[in-house]
């Protein structure tokens, strides 16, 4: 109780909320049902460091998407507790939604407009600081299209910000989505199979792209796979998520393991999972 009226005291609410802990997420004995029946998560507990690359890995249907959501607000859980940067991820709340332009969020489809050009969509990552009036009038600041211009270069299309997006391959239009997250100025990415479907050669290409902007920027970023080998290339630690529940966990620096945490998993299992997993 003390420690609360010192706090209190010393520190106004609005500045305990940025408070820059190692910790950014913060899971613990999270359920996340769609129905209020069946569970898609049960028991998740986890915590990512910041300005760590964070990899998710399962089978389809695993519960790997949800989690993105619940850290993300939109979706809150049946159970347990969420901490993002201190808060409590709810969309519904003001104080998480400020927070949200921070949050830069790549879905599996992507949800890049395709009728509009390549700029123009990396635009959409200003909004939050432009106002929805501004974008939808294309009334941008001209600083704002000189730093989309940056990105657009930083991604690796430059010369193509006049293209319509639908015009891009695959690989491209993953970069597009890339930009746009990092034109928010995001802290954390979460990013959603962002390779799949891409031959290997371009996945190693948005891998190493990832990579450097999270350096650049001291990004944290939680991405989810399903490709168990290139995951443990790229990231810090590895989570394995099955039927809704983790099952494992992975920390790595280099190429060593450096710890690791089993459920009910064997070691056999283990290594089908990786080799099966790996020859996809």
């Known amino acids: 109780m003390l420690l609360k009226k010192l706090i209190k005291k010393s ?26 029946k069946n569970y898609s998560l049960k028991g998740i507990t986890l915590s990512i460091e910041r300005g760590t690359n964070y990899a998710i890995v399962g089978k389809s249907g ?11 607000g939109m979706m809150n859980p049946s159970k347990g507790q969420i901490k993002v940067d201190y808060q409590t991820p709810n969309m519904n709340k003001k104080q998480f939604r400020k927070k949200m332009s ?15 050009s390549v700029l123009e969509n990396v635009l959409i990552g200003a909004l939050p600081r432009i106002g929805r009036l501004n974008s939808l009038l294309k009334n ?56 799949s479907e891409l031959d290997q050669v371009t996945a190693k290409e948005i891998m190493d792209l990832i ?15 399903h490709d168990m080998k290139l995951a443990l290339e790229y990231a810090n630690r ?10 494992l966990e992975i920390g ?28 996809k």
């Not at 909320?17 to 769609?34: F, G, L, Q, R």
């Not at 590895?238 to 099952?247: D, H, L, R, T």
């Not at 064997?266 to 089908?272: L, V």
């Open 252 to 279: 790595i620096d280099g190429e060593k393991i450096i710890d690791f945490q089993s459920g009910n998993i064997s070691q056999q299992e283990i290594m089908e999972l990786y080799n099966n997993e790996s020859e």
């Open 11 to 36: 520190m106004p609410y609005s500045k305990l909320s940025t408070i820059n802990t190692k910790i950014i997420i913060h899971m613990n004995d999270v359920w996340a049902s769609y129905d209020a």
């Open 140 to 195: 941008f600041p001209k600083y704002e299209i000189e730093e989309a211009k940056k990105i657009i270069k930083l991604v690796g299309l430059k010369g193509k910000e006049n293209r319509k997006t639908y015009t891009l391959s695959g690989g491209e239009k993953r970069r597009v989505a890339i930009a746009r997250a990092l034109m928010q100025k995001p802290v954390l990415l979460l990013a959603d199979e962002i390779v």
């Open 211 to 225: 990579a450097d902007a999270q350096k650049r920027l001291n990004l944290t970023a939680v991405m989810v796979h």
């Open 62 to 72: 695993s519960g790997k998407s949800t989690l993105l959501k619940l850290i993300n």
């Open 238 to 247: 590895v989570a394995v998520i099955k039927e809704g529940q983790k099952i």
């Open 102 to 116: 921070k949050i830069g969020y790549i879905p599996q489809s992507l949800g890049l407009v395709k009728n509009i």
